[in-house]
């Protein structure tokens, strides 16, 4: 029998060649910084993200990223995060348990181009990107952890079962990239489980980011707020409108959906395709046993 070592090694191997020739996926050209990272907004998801981007595209920042890149960029950028979730949890094709050398040129080569982030995966990178950024001001957008967390778990949970996620994957690369993205990054960061720890992983991330940053370094902010307590932060004039809405769960679905469904029917395509090869082959040679 193979020991854990052996084991973990041998599936490595497999998946490795599999991503290599199955998976690999379009490879984005790295980016290269031209400007300064100047806000990092470290909340997670459904906890103003979006709100909290349009606001700081109101106030002249360039480009926001947000976790809506991963899918919208082209190529799509799923494989870039998956593998340095495997690096930052000692994951897959790692000699290590955790990588606390993951650089600033690592996080530049994906978003570069952005002078602030929120979202994940960003907020999943959250020591690594204080680290890396020190010249940043960093927000902590949350939200109440009762609310935060039934948003959440409506968004993701759905997304993760049945056939969409456990089978389709398989026959597209982009499906595949945003599957491991998911169990890489996002599901590591719940310890596996966002039901069941998806409260206190809350809790501890935005006590994880108070202790990393200097009080002065740093804004506690929830969308309640609006813009007086943000522009003074920032040091920015407060605009004449109102705080911008973010996505309610239907429109975030929607626009999920949006840049995804077509990767679906690709796989769905393919699916078939495999189907139709595998019956094929299956008759022909139960046809030549049958002749013997």
């Known amino acids: ?89 000692g994951i897959q094709g790692t000699t290590h348990k955790g990588d606390p050398e993951l650089s600033r040129k690592d996080f530049d080569s994906i978003i570069g181009h952005a002078e602030a982030v929120t979202d994940q995966p960003c907020a999943i990178f959250a020591p690594e990107l204080i680290k890396c950024y020190p010249e940043a001001k960093v927000i902590l957008n949350y939200r109440d952890v009762d609310s935060w967390y039934a948003s959440l778990t409506a968004l993701i949970l759905p997304h993760a079962r049945g056939f969409w996620y456990h089978v389709l994957p398989w026959f597209q690369p982009d499906m595949y990239w945003a599957v491991q993205y998911t169990v890489h990054c996002f599901n590591k960061f719940f310890y596996d489980s966002l039901e069941r720890n998806g409260k206190w992983v809350y809790e501890q991330h935005s006590a994880t980011i108070k202790g990393l940053v200097e009080p002065e370094r740093l804004l506690v902010w929830k969308v309640q ?37 077509r990767c679906g029917i690709a796989a769905a395509r393919n699916f078939l395709i495999f189907v139709v090869i595998v019956s094929v082959g299956s008759a022909y040679l139960a046809g030549l046993i049958g002749r013997e």
């Open 225 to 261: 707020d609006g813009w007086e307590p943000l522009c003074k932060f920032l040091d920015k004039p407060i605009p004449d409108e109102p705080f911008p809405e973010g996505n309610t769960l239907d429109a975030t679905n929607r626009r999920y959906d949006k840049n995804m469904v």
């Open 1 to 89: 029998m193979l020991d854990a070592t052996e084991s973990e090694s041998a599936n490595s191997s497999k998946m490795g060649f599999l991503e290599r020739w199955i998976y690999p996926g379009p490879s984005p050209a790295p980016r290269v910084r031209t400007k300064p990272m100047q806000v990092l907004a470290l909340g997670m998801s459904r906890s103003a993200t979006e709100s909290l981007r349009r606001a700081l595209i109101i106030l002249g920042y360039d480009h926001v990223y947000h976790g809506f890149d991963m899918s919208e960029s082209t190529p799509m950028q799923w494989k870039q995060w998956a593998l340095l979730g495997r690096r930052k949890y």
